[in-house]
């Protein structure tokens, strides 16, 4: 019986889960459900903004003097 700790995203306390089983279930400590990966980082959060951001500003740019005045 092999068993893995996973930390609580919301408390950060640690919990022990048995691999066999496929249900993580709840926290043990404050009841929230257990997520077996972390949710995306804010590198790569920016990482996808970036491209978006200067598309935009370059957009702009080119209807500020393409525009008709």
């Not at 092999?2 to 009841?31: A, R």
Request: net charge negative.
């Amino acid at each position: 019986m092999s068993k893995e700790v996973i930390t609580c995203l919301y408390c950060q306390s640690p919990n022990e889960i048995d691999n066999e089983q496929n249900d993580i279930g709840n926290c043990e400590n404050c009841g929230m459900p257990l997520t077996q990966h972390a949710p995306e980082g804010r590198l790569s959060r920016l990482k996808r903004f970036l491209p978006f951001f200067w598309a935009i500003v370059i957009f702009c740019l080119v209807m500020i003097f393409y525009l008709p005045r």
